[in-house]
């Protein structure tokens, strides 16, 4: 089975420089407004399930978990700082006509 966009939010909802935490289906996400375009993450640490800030980037790419304060790469979702070791699953993202749709495989959308 393929992926499906799903269209999340319109252009104008995710200023460059800031994420947002949405829902798609039952799947928490977060998606990333960076210099170079939009990234798409599962909205959930891998070191014990707690969603992650949404609204501050560091060093330009990556977001903090509020609990224990691991960071990911918003653009790979690889985990950047302990407790977290394990990559946060990562989904493809466009643009069409001023909308963002993130990619999301058919069994998760439920
Ligand atoms: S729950 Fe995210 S670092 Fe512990």
Redesign the pocket.
């Known amino acids: 089975m393929t992926a499906e966009f799903i269209d999340v939010a319109a252009l104008d909802d995710i200023p460059m420089g800031t994420c947002k935490a949405l829902s798609v289906g039952s799947i928490r996400i977060v998606v990333a407004h960076l210099a170079d375009g939009f990234y798409a993450l599962e909205n959930r640490?891998s070191?014990?399930n707690?969603p992650l800030i949404t609204s501050k980037i560091y060093h330009g790419r990556q977001s903090a978990?509020p609990?224990?304060?691991?960071r990911f790469d918003l653009k790979t979702g690889e985990a950047k700082s302990p407790?977290?070791f394990t990559s946060l699953m990562k989904f493809p993202v466009r643009v069409v006509e001023g909308r963002v749709e993130v990619a999301m495989p058919p069994m998760q959308i439920g």
């Not at 609990?67 to 691991?70: D, K, L, P, S, Y």
């Open positions: 640490c070191h014990a707690s978990c609990i224990h304060c691991a407790p977290a």
